[in-house]
């Protein structure tokens, strides 16, 4: 079944006289549970297709089905519960409150969702991703692969339907990336979670089930 | 889906007090705020209700008569007297006799004011006679004693038990008897005032029974409008005022003051406001990124309005509460020492509960709306802009 589907999807931007196309035409489908790559030139409408699917924007035209349901037509704060319920964010860097612990950073979208039991759930989070260990340092307390991962465990809170990562390790080191991706694999693998990452590293691209290349806002058969 | 209140006051909290010295600094200007209303308000309204209290206790009845236009003195006083008496409503009244005069001591002298009275009868009536300081109140037929004010006293250097000379309008003068000092904290009575019993001013002024106004002692002093006209007509006088129409020069004396002090309380408000404004402001300024991050995640405009807001209301109870406390201790020790003023001896403030009251409210209000434009601008940022910078 499909957890994603896009259909002629197109994005403008104005950013000054001359009208911007990042995206001119996106047919794609992505499965439950797949584990999917995106990867192409600076750009070529990475961030900015990750970003509509993601519900953080709105598309200039076409239509974004997920899970079934046109999100096109949804209105902020309907998008905004969508977003907490079902999606998982991972950015390039700086994701975490700062003032917040790492376990109350991964409790905050669920206190945010008014579940109970949040600061068990976040600690097992933290568990699974390895930081068992780590959970009352803040994040100016850990390195970058740890923000990441508690970062991950935030995303992982309300357990949601797809996890969402634009260059999760565009900022760290070879080893630290590995260990990223590897946690990646196994929550796709034990979880089934449906995951789509942004990479510019091959290798890590290359661990994916599957990569979709963006080349000047359409996507590229190779 | 009303906005979990609960998760954003535990960002709120996290986030106000994760910089102990902007914390201390916001803090500070809301306590001072707070205190300084507390206190200038308590300052002008003590003194409004000083002068006022003091005016009502010593220089007025609740009702008062006085001579018909162009006479110098109320005609028939016995009558009026005998009539007084009768009416069920008057607990009691004075007739007073004002002069004037010289007061010598040695080579000092002053001109005075002076207020000629029955003790017996003013005591039923005012409080005046209880404000002597120093030395013993007057017996009716005290012929050769006097009262003198305090201001006066210290002038021409005089004590209980001391002799001075009194010089009447009408060219008579006569040794008296300082038998005591009286202070009554209104400025102009304090200054230069000799009180002496009033058949002994008829009798050096050659006066017959006269006065020169009768002050009423009502059983209510609430029920001076409703029985001034039966006064009026039981007595057949014209010229009758109530205490509040005698106290009535005071109250544009306290607007001023009052208008005086809500400038020195607004400078106060403006000041927490622009601080408490500002912080915030920038606070929202500089997690850009990270409120792009809270939208992303799933919070919604509404949530991050309250989460700034909510910044406002912590720092405005915790430095409204504290800000009570000093303001209170503040006043209550001004209460104890009072410091001096010119014109009317010492001035102190009072504490009363509404000063408490208003404070924190007016406080907290302006606190909040100062945090109103920041917080609206976090709740309309733009996720995308403030995730990856424009
Ligand atoms: N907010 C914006 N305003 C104007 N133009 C934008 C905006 N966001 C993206 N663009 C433009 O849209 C195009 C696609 O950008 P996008 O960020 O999606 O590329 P990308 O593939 O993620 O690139 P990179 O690998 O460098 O992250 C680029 O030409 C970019 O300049
Ligand atoms: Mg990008």
Redesign the interface.
């Given at each position: 079944m499909e957890m994603i589907r896009t259909g002629n999807l197109k994005k403008s931007y104005m950013p000054g006289k001359v009208e911007v196309k990042a995206l001119n035409g996106v047919d794609t489908s992505i499965e439950h549970g797949e584990f999917v790559a995106i990867m192409g030139p600076s750009g070529g409408g990475k961030?900015t297709f990750l970003?509509l699917v993601?519900m953080?924007?709105t598309p200039t035209s076409g239509e974004i089905y997920i899970d079934g349901s046109d999100v096109t037509k949804m209105n902020?704060?309907t998008r905004?519960?969508?977003?907490?319920?079902h999606?998982g964010?991972v950015?390039q860097f700086?994701?975490l409150?700062?003032?917040?612990t790492a376990v109350?950073n991964v409790m905050?979208?669920m206190?945010?969702?008014?579940q109970s039991g949040y600061k068990y759930r976040a600690k097992e989070l933290l568990n699974l991703v390895g930081l068992g260990d780590r959970l009352h340092h803040l994040p100016s307390e850990l390195s970058g692969g740890q923000q990441q991962r508690v970062t991950i465990a935030?995303s992982l809170a309300?357990d949601p339907k797809m996890l969402l990562a634009d260059e999760p390790t565009g900022n760290l080191d070879t080893k630290s990336s590995i260990e990223i991706i590897e946690l990646f694999r196994k929550l796709n693998q034990e979880r089934g979670q449906t995951i789509v990452m942004v990479t510019h590293s091959p290798e890590i691209g290359g661990m994916a089930d599957r990569i979709i290349h963006f080349r000047d806002g359409i996507i590229e058969n190779l | 889906m009303p906005v979990d209140l609960r998760c954003a006051l535990f960002y709120s909290r996290k986030d106000i007090f994760k910089n102990k010295k902007i914390f201390a600094f916001i803090t500070l200007s809301i306590i001072f705020a707070t205190a300084n209303i507390i206190v200038i308000n308590g300052l002008t309204d003590g003194m409004i209700k000083d002068l006022v209290d003091n005016t009502i206790e010593s220089s007025s009845g609740h009702l008062n008569i006085y001579p018909a236009d162009n006479e110098r003195f109320i005609e028939g006083l016995g009558v009026k007297e005998q009539r007084l008496a009768a009416l069920e409503e008057v607990e009691a009244y004075s007739p007073r006799l004002s002069a004037s005069g010289v007061l010598s001591n040695k080579e000092l002298s002053a001109s005075v004011a002076i207020l000629a009275l029955d003790p017996d009868k003013e005591r039923r009536t005012t409080k005046l006679l209880d404000k002597i300081t120093k030395g013993m109140a007057l017996n009716s037929n005290d012929n050769n004693a006097i009262l003198v004010s305090y201001r006066l006293a210290e002038d021409l250097k005089l004590d209980v038990g001391d002799e001075a000379e009194l010089a009447f309008e009408n060219g008579k003068s006569k040794v008296y008897n300082v038998k005591g000092i009286i202070r009554t904290g209104a400025a102009d009575f304090d200054s230069s005032t000799v009180i002496m019993p009033l058949n002994e001013a008829n009798q050096q002024l050659a006066f017959d029974n006269s006065a020169s106004v009768i002050l009423i002692k009502l059983s209510d002093k609430e029920l001076a409008d409703a029985y001034m006209p039966v006064i009026m007509q039981v007595l057949g006088v014209s010229n009758v005022k109530t205490w509040k129409e005698e106290t009535e020069y005071l109250l544009s004396f306290a607007e001023a003051w009052q208008s005086f002090s809500s400038i020195i309380s607004a400078v106060g408000l403006v000041a927490a406001a622009i601080s408490v404004g500002i912080i915030i402001y920038i606070n929202v300024i500089h997690k850009t990124r990270q409120i792009g991050i809270m939208k992303a995640i799933g919070a919604k405009d509404d949530f991050i309005f309250t989460v700034f807001l909510m910044e406002a209301v912590l720092f405005g109870v915790i430095g409204v509460s504290i800000g009570d406390g000093v303001g209170y201790f503040a006043v209550k020790y001004l209460e104890a020492h009072p410091f001096p003023e010119p014109m009317l001896g010492s001035m102190a403030p009072r504490f009363y509960m509404y000063l408490l009251y208003d404070a924190s409210l007016v406080t907290m209000l302006t606190v909040i709306l100062a945090a109103v434009y920041p917080a609206f601008i976090a709740g309309r940022m733009n996720i995308i802009k403030a995730i990856w910078g424009d």
């Open positions: 961030s970003n993601g953080l924007d902020s704060n905004a519960e969508y977003r907490l319920k999606i964010f950015f700086f994701n409150f700062n003032e917040l109350e905050f979208p206190m945010l969702n008014k935030r309300n | -």
